[in-house]
């Protein structure tokens, strides 16, 4: 498995998991991945085919925020996907500029609420919409 710049055309070859399947119900995927991805995350491939995503943004009122979106076979990977994590976000933040991320956690997916605490981010509010939001600070 190798970290590659995200390209939208690693859609092509996504399938996303069950999971992302539900998070990704009515966004229009092309318009983000041409006007918020490209250059602000990175593909993980294997054999050529996109296996998952990991990026950086800005939402609307200027909070930093992390995201992902992972195929159910990559999710088979939770010690490599983990360091792997670990080591962008870091690098993703820094190239951006941000000192902080934020990430936002349905309150229903306990697995991913005890993996973003598993990667150093701390509880900060439930949200309206039923979200748990989570932060990360990182030393400037």
Same mark, same amino acid.
């Given at each position: /498995? @190798?970290?590659?710049?995200? $390209?939208?055309?690693? %859609? /092509? !070859?996504?399938?996303?998991? $069950?999971?992302? *399947?539900?998070?990704?119900?009515? &966004?229009?995927?092309?318009? =983000?991945? #041409? @006007?918020?991805?490209?250059? #602000?995350?990175? !593909?993980?491939? =294997?054999?050529?085919?996109?296996?998952?995503?990991?990026?950086?943004?800005?939402?609307?009122?200027?909070?930093? &925020?992390?995201? /992902?979106? %992972?195929?159910? $076979?990559? *999710?088979?990977?939770?010690?490599? %996907?983990?360091? &792997?994590?670990?080591? !962008?976000?870091?690098?993703?933040? *820094?190239?951006?500029?941000?000192?902080?991320?934020?990430?936002? &956690?349905? =309150?229903? +997916?306990?697995?991913?609420?005890?993996?973003?605490?598993?990667?150093? +981010? @701390? +509880?900060?509010?439930?949200?309206?919409?039923?979200?748990? *939001?989570?932060?990360?600070?990182?030393?400037?």
């Amino acid at each position: /498995m @190798e970290l590659a710049p995200f $390209e939208p055309a690693h %859609l /092509m !070859t996504y399938e996303p998991g $069950e999971v992302d *399947r539900k998070a990704l119900a009515g &966004v229009d995927v092309a318009k =983000q991945a #041409n @006007e918020v991805w490209a250059g #602000n995350a990175v !593909t993980a491939l =294997q054999d050529g085919r996109a296996l998952g995503f990991c990026g950086v943004g800005l939402e609307d009122d200027g909070t930093p &925020v992390c995201w /992902m979106l %992972l195929s159910d $076979e990559l *999710r088979r990977y939770p010690v490599w %996907l983990t360091r &792997v994590v670990k080591a !962008t976000l870091p690098a993703l933040a *820094r190239e951006h500029g941000l000192e902080r991320l934020e990430v936002s &956690v349905p =309150q229903t +997916f306990h697995p991913g609420h005890k993996w973003v605490k598993r990667l150093g +981010f @701390e +509880f900060v509010r439930w949200e309206p919409s039923g979200h748990l *939001r989570y932060r990360k600070t990182w030393p400037s």
